[in-house]
């Protein structure tokens, strides 16, 4: 593949955090871990959603690097529990 191509076939999920009622909050990627999607779902349809998009599990993701504007560094839950400016 040429440097810089996106490998749609690649898919990754970083599980965020497992509520009490079982349903699992998780980031979803197609082909960059970096540009990723906020998901929650019940536990039984992530196991089946991880299984059929052949997910590869990361520890993180969409983290900033550096150069990175800090005011975007930020995610959907986040914003739940903090205010921001």
């Known amino acids: 593949m040429a440097k810089g191509a996106l490998d749609a076939a690649r898919k990754f999920?970083?599980?965020?955090k497992t509520l009490p009622n079982g349903m699992i909050e998780f980031l979803f990627a197609i082909g960059e871990p970096d540009l990723c999607?906020?998901?929650?779902?019940?536990?039984a349809a992530f196991d089946?959603?991880?299984a059929d998009n052949n997910v590869e599990f990361l520890d993180h993701m969409a983290s900033s690097?550096?150069?990175d504007a800090p005011d975007?560094?930020?995610n959907l839950h986040q914003a739940t529990h903090q205010r921001f400016r």
């Open 48 to 50: 089946e959603f991880c």
């Open 65 to 67: 690097g550096p150069g």
């Open 37 to 43: 999607v906020e998901l929650i779902m019940p536990k």
């Open 13 to 16: 999920v970083c599980v965020q």
């Open 72 to 74: 975007f560094d930020w």
